[in-house]
């Protein structure tokens, strides 16, 4: 059984990949009226050329994608990367930004669900417990906003988008690890953008970037894509989607206290009041317990079980 202090050294970096990403939504604002595909295709790209550098310093073995798991890594650069971008853009023309953010406040209940089934274990009661109260505060925290029903359509995709990103990881983390995951998906969903850039937007769209601009995608490429992503892999294989997917709770809450230190605003009553709930689902969700072997599907190749505490086994081929 693990020790709490062991348990929670898993959480950490997925911990610190959502502070990441929920600090960048300030920095995001400045890209609002930038060319959306030219912008993130430089954006992955970097990333990219990034990743691979610090997989080699890190002494992480890439390896390229084999039958299926081109399916996997190809669907995550789509949704996760690609569409979701879009749905976000393309969604606040509709809704204001509250109802995308609420829509993907409910990551946690779908991980929670559908993660452990793809990983061949029982979805666990604590985190399914422990879900809605994250969603909960993460509510409050964003607030409610107006939409239509296009927005609201808009909203689903990010939602389905955002869940995407973790879920589609799962099958083939065991053999391609965080850095090759990582790796995968922004080399693909970049060349992705590119197209469409080119297409849509122009060969010479990112010349209309301004130097701020240009700031906010460089502090998109290190912090919030090529670290980012590969601590929050981390987790993911190390503990399950499902426990993994609460963490997702704790960017609203550092996109809340960047926005007070930057001078937005201080937090209202019922921002103060959703961080204290979340907090709550958070420490209901992740404590450490036991999992008993009942609980343990047997595992198919390729899968990697994670949330009993134990080191993940991974195919030989690894």
Known sequence: MDT?????????????????????????????DAPLFSTQ????????????????LAGARLVWPRGREWLWLGGLA??????FNVAVVRGVAHAEP????????????????IGPLLERRRPSRQVLIAAPVVMAGAVLVEGTGRTDAVGVAWAALALGCEAAFTLLAVPVLGRHSPWGVSVH??????????????TREGPSAVRELTGVQWAAVGYLTLLVTA????????????VGAGRAG??????PLAAAVVGAVSGTGVPGPSVWLGISVVIVGLVVGLRPR??????ILPVGRGHTPASDGRSPRTPASR
Do not use: K
């Not at 348990?7 to 609002?32: D, E, K, N, Q, W």
């Not at 509250?98 to 669900?113: D, F, Q, R, S």
């Open 4 to 32: 709490p202090s062991a348990s929670f050294a898993r959480l950490v970096p997925g911990m610190i990949g959502m502070t990441l990403v929920g600090a960048s939504v300030t920095v995001s604002h400045t890209l609002v």
């Open 41 to 56: 295709a430089v954006r992955y790209v970097a990333a990219t050329a990034i990743l691979v550098v610090l997989a080699r």
């Open 78 to 83: 789509v949704t996760g990367l690609v569409l």
């Open 98 to 113: 509250a109802v995308i953010a609420v829509a993907v406040a409910c990551v946690p209940l779908l991980l929670g669900v």
């Open 185 to 198: 998906a922004t080399w693909l969903g970049g060349a992705l953008l590119a197209v469409l850039g080119m």
């Open 227 to 238: 670290v980012a992503f590969v601590l929050w892999y981390s987790t993911v294989r190390s």
């Open 246 to 251: 609460l963490l997702t709770g704790i960017a």
């Open 290 to 295: 036991a999992v008993p072997a009942a609980e």
